[in-house]
């Protein structure tokens, strides 16, 4: 399916053409004011659509979504301000038109964040501290997946907690390589579930042991993007490892027990 198929889409590509037509007719001294205010704002509708559809993950989309809202309610605040100037008269079909729209984006926004929601019930979250090594490879994929372990990192180590993530960053990465990211992802649990949670030292410090060879099977159940939500050390740092760090266990890398527990000892 695409962008042009949905009605919102259609519905504001129209209207724009139509304020396009209507300021058209607008005095000359008006071509930097209410003339090109109401073509930006009309035309960031059907653009901001488009966009957040294009841009796949249901965030995005619910954002970009909310931008057109905003956009077709400074072109109805425009409007009116047009009719008070006496620069157009008889609206009351275009505001009727606006507030379909409005109605049919917020029913939107609505539905995926629904569907959002049941993913999300039926998914994991995980977290994982990155260097900058990582964090470049990350952004080549687009934050849609992980890349391959190197031949010394057999086992993939994603943890359970942010505070652990942070830690391990602290210890690991800024201590290495000058600066450390913490990310966080959702994987579907139906995949998660194939891996047990182990325990490698303190309470917090719990982890899922994923071999190597099922990364491409973990980027394959990924729900949406992998986020970077916390940087840890210093920014300036110009070092630039080869790699960012060899997957042994985590709590044995911030020096923690380092042996295998079961959550309830």
Aim: net charge negative; with cysteine; aromatic share 10%.
């Amino acid at each position: 399916m695409s962008y042009r198929e949905l009605e919102v889409w259609q519905r504001g590509r129209q209207l724009a053409v139509f304020v396009y037509h209507l300021s058209a007719s607008f005095p000359g001294d008006e071509r930097f004011g209410l003339t090109s205010q109401l073509r930006r704002a009309a035309v960031s509708i059907p653009a901001n659509i488009a966009e957040g559809y294009g841009r796949g993950a249901p965030a995005d989309y619910t954002r970009f979504l909310r931008i057109a809202k905003g956009s077709l309610n400074e072109l109805e605040t425009l409007l009116i301000l047009s009719e008070d100037l006496d620069l157009v008269q008889g609206l009351e079909q275009t505001y009727r038109d606006i507030a379909k729209l409005g109605s049919q984006l917020s029913n939107l926004i609505a539905r995926i964040e629904a569907t959002k929601s049941d993913a999300n019930a039926e998914s994991v979250l995980m977290y994982r501290p990155v260097g900058p090594a990582e964090l470049a490879a990350l952004a080549d994929l687009n934050y849609e997946g992980w890349p391959p372990r190197l031949p010394e990192q057999p086992i993939f180590y994603p943890v359970t907690n942010a505070r652990y993530a942070r830690e391990i960053s602290e210890k690991w990465n800024v201590k290495g390589y000058g600066q450390g990211y913490v990310t966080r992802f959702r994987v579907r649990k139906e995949f998660a579930d194939q891996f047990p949670v182990e325990c490698v030292g303190e309470s917090h410090h719990t982890e899922w042991w994923i071999p190597a060879e099922a990364i491409d099977e973990l980027n394959q159940n990924l729900v949406g993007k992998i986020e970077v939500i916390a940087s840890v050390g210093d920014q300036n740092s110009q070092r630039e490892p080869a790699s960012d760090a060899p997957d042994s266990s985590f709590a044995e890398q911030i020096g923690g027990i380092g042996t295998k527990r079961n959550q309830s000892d």
